[in-house]
């Protein structure tokens, strides 16, 4: 594994619990990830995260780096370390040598501190909604309710406002970063049209073709008086397909080749099946049409006809048709209580119970007459925790409870299609293809300038 940008942001979110959603800017947070960053935080007097160890490191422990006015401490790095290589052996992935997946863990410390301090000076503000939504997830998605994640916490011997004030820092790096890393990407709309044209190309090459043929064999070394007797027949043949009569009738009364007798059908054949010269004629033909001259190759004349066409789109998109129950959250209806709820809704339809008739009866949504049906969505349709939580679902498949900013919901998928994009969604969707492409090295080029301008003192273990 290779010193990269890219795993450099693989060690950073899979060390503090984060996975980054470009398109929505969502996050999910891991209870057992975001404990272990927690771990040995304290809250300073003014409400900002610090390190425990700032003032009075333990004697066990140590400062391995200075970061602005951070500190990373060799515990936080041994913390980091071991979590890392339990997600790898859980994973079966392979972790390079000791030395250096310390060195390139604690460049990822240190590019953390170096965002958190930057997002904290860059003036972002996060409403205390949000937060508390986004601490809920976290149980939530741990199956548990608050009052049992301030428990775990404190079993863990971890302060439930350093662990809520660090969800809220992990939250503003990230509006920060993708903000700022947006900044430096440039796209041009020659690069649009160069991945359009690409991925035309790529399309019309996996396009598959059924043709009907009418064949007019030329012997080899066939005189010239021959190769014209043989050009009249086929010309008859074109002028009688034109005229009306049917192009299998004229295919078993003058085709040459094998398949006369099933009306000169070729049958269906991706494109790289077929002969070039073939796919050039019937590529801008519409099913049903004749070629309207003769095609000459090496076997002969031929009279071609399309029959149907498979030609997959290059900018197709998944709509999902789901259905939901939802519960707002009120001063008589807790979340932990419209979470609790919805589960034993959820126990309900697992053993029999109809979705449909549940949502009728108890969803305070206006799709509740419908029984939470919702039609058919496209992406960035929905809010974004609910569009994550309803793509990760099987169909037919049931999501535990879902908080958003409208309530907890339950979510059900019932359907999925493909829809081709129009000409300005494909210009966007090439956009944003570029975009994530170009994320990688921008983002590299971002910690590489926060770095620069940071104040980064390396500390040596205490003899």
Not at 347 to 356: H, M
Not at 412 to 417: D, G, L, N, P, S
């Amino acid at each position: 594994m290779t010193d990269s940008p890219r795993f450099h942001s693989f060690l950073y979110l899979a060390s503090c619990g984060v996975l980054r959603r470009r398109a929505t800017g969502a996050s999910a947070f891991s209870l057992a990830l975001l404990m272990s960053v927690a771990a040995g935080l304290s809250v300073s007097p003014n409400g900002v995260m610090a390190q425990a160890a700032r003032s009075t490191p333990r004697s066990a422990d140590y400062i391995v780096a200075v970061v602005n006015q951070e500190l990373v401490t060799n515990a936080e790095l041994e913390q980091r370390i071991t979590r890392i290589r339990d997600e790898a052996t859980r994973n079966k992935t392979q972790l390079p040598p000791g030395n250096e997946l310390r060195k390139q863990v604690l460049d990822a410390l240190i590019d953390e501190r170096v965002q958190v301090t930057n997002a904290r000076e860059s003036g972002q503000r996060l409403d205390d909604s949000e937060l508390d939504r986004a601490v809920a997830n976290v149980a939530v998605q741990n199956q548990m309710t608050l009052p049992q994640l301030r428990e775990r916490l404190r079993a863990q011997g971890l302060d439930y406002a350093a662990f809520r004030n660090n969800v809220r820092d992990q939250m503003m790096m990230e509006r920060v970063r993708e903000r700022e890393v947006m900044k430096i990407i440039r796209i041009s709309e020659a690069d649009v049209d160069a991945l359009l044209d690409k991925r035309r190309a790529e399309a019309g090459s996996s396009a598959e073709y059924n043709i009907a043929q009418i064949l007019v064999t030329v012997p080899d070394g066939a005189s010239v008086s021959e190769t014209t007797e043989r050009l009249a027949k086929a010309q008859a043949a074109l002028a009688r397909v034109k005229g009306g009569e049917a192009f299998e009738t004229v295919a078993r009364d003058v085709s040459e080749d094998g398949n006369k007798a099933k009306g000169g059908v070729i049958g269906m054949r991706p494109a790289d099946r077929l002969p070039d010269v073939f796919v050039d004629v019937v590529k801008t033909m519409k099913p049903g049409e004749i070629s309207p001259t003769l095609l000459r190759t090496g076997a002969g004349f031929h009279v071609l006809q399309l029959l149907e066409k498979r030609e997959p789109s290059a900018f197709t998109y998944q709509q999902t048709r789901a259905r939901h129950i939802l519960l707002r959250v009120s001063p008589q209806l807790t979340q932990e209580a419209a979470s609790s709820r919805l589960a034993g809704f959820k126990r309900q339809i697992e053993g029999g119970k109809s979705f449909e008739q549940i949502a009728r009866d108890n969803s305070e949504d206006g799709s509740a007459p419908q029984g939470g049906e919702l039609g058919w969505t496209s992406p960035g349709q929905l809010v974004p925790e609910f569009e994550e939580a309803m793509n990760a679902l099987a169909l037919n498949g049931i999501s535990d409870p879902v908080i958003t900013r409208f309530g907890v919901h339950l979510i059900q998928v019932e359907e999925r299609r493909q829809a081709t994009l129009d000409t300005k969604q494909q210009r966007e969707q090439a956009r944003n293809i570029l975009r994530e492409q170009k994320f990688d090295d921008a983002y590299a080029e971002w910690i590489r300038d926060l770095r620069a301008r940071a104040y980064i003192e390396m500390r040596e273990p205490p003899l």
